[in-house]
């Protein structure tokens, strides 16, 4: 049987974050990109209303939220605010809280949860290098195991929420980061770990400035003989890379629906301006030219949108039944994330045409969600990357042309 339908508390949840949204966060967007930083009240609020870090259980303050639960949240936040900042905030607790309540070890997760979900601090994922981003195999932070822990030297680059972590939140924050731990064996030497970056001996960090999503921060660390407590790994030692790819599956799926409402609220926002524009003595709305292109786009966010629903879907249903396999999932996950960048963008691209030289100007809202979605072409996996791994998946192992 398949059913279409968000049920009743769903429902509920999609119209509050949607009224919150439209009434607090739509209004202020502008404000938030040229600020470099998402409000203080905001945050609160999020949280306040149990947004943050939902998917975490209760013991942490969390609201052991199902993906797609978590997936309308996030949508309706990329409705209000169509330059992903704020999504991006949401969702990369959500999918990285997920992993380290459910991998990680009783310190880490009392370390940093509670605050994640009172909106106090900080936890993102720091797997990117400089040198090594897709070729995440090559990655080279390494982690010795020492008496009372691991000791960590290397860098993370590219990597989200950096000034929040490390002095914008109250508690700062921390990352799940992958190191090797038996650099002999590859993909199967690699662990996860959590690592405050708050007051964390041998941290020196950065950050960039971005041209989109600027929201939330973009930066680096350096790790130089950071001591760790053991408590501080996730999961079992040299699991690490299947266990981020089991994070990134969550933040892929998230995404796909970032993409569409942020996408979806343009086109809204185009669409009453093609009824009130007039050209040739009728509405700009009338031409089939624009009519054909909204259709198409439209059509094409719609099948995404259910895509990454479907991902959020199967990923629940193999993270608590077992029903799919990890490959299943993995697939479906990263066919919705290589559909849905791409889709938004060119739909965000035509509605800002749809206005204009007026969708030239900074008074027209519909560039932050150009550059937003922009940043999904890299952010969490490529879309090359992504290919790779649903062909993969389609054609068997023995088809990849690398390792
Ligand atoms: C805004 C933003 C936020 C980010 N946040 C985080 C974060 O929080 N944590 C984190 O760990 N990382 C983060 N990243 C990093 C992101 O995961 C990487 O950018 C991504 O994995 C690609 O790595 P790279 O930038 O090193 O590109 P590279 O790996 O150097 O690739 C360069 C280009 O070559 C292409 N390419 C590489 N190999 C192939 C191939 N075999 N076939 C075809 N094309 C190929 C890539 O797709 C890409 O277009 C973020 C990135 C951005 C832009």
New binding site residues.
Partial sequence: MMNFEFNSEQELIKKTVREFGQKEIAPVVRDIDDGKRIPDEIIKTLADIGLLGMTVSSDYGGAEADPVTVGIVAEELARADISCAIP?FFL?QAAWGQLLDKHGREAAKKDILPGVTKGRAFL?????????????ANMRTVAKKVENGYLINGQ??????IAEAVDQLPQGGG?VT?ARTDPSRGTRGMSLFYIPLKGTKGITSTTFE?W??RG?S?GGFTLEDVQIPGDFLIGEQNRGFQLVMEGFDYARAIISVVCAGAAMSALEQAMEHLKQRRAFGQPIGRFEGIQFKLAEHWAKLDAMRLLGYKALWMFGKEQSEGAYSRFEVTRHCAEAKLLAPRFAFEAINDAIQWFGAFGYTLDCPLELALKGVR???????????L??IVARELLGKEYV??R
């Fill in positions: 991006t990369v993102g994922i720091a797997a990117t290098e400089s040198d090594v981003g897709s070729d995440l993370k680059m590219f990597i989200s929420g990352y992958l971005d989109g999503r939330i973009t940043s999904y072409y890299w952010a969490e996996g490529t879309l090359e990357i290919k790779i042309a690398y």
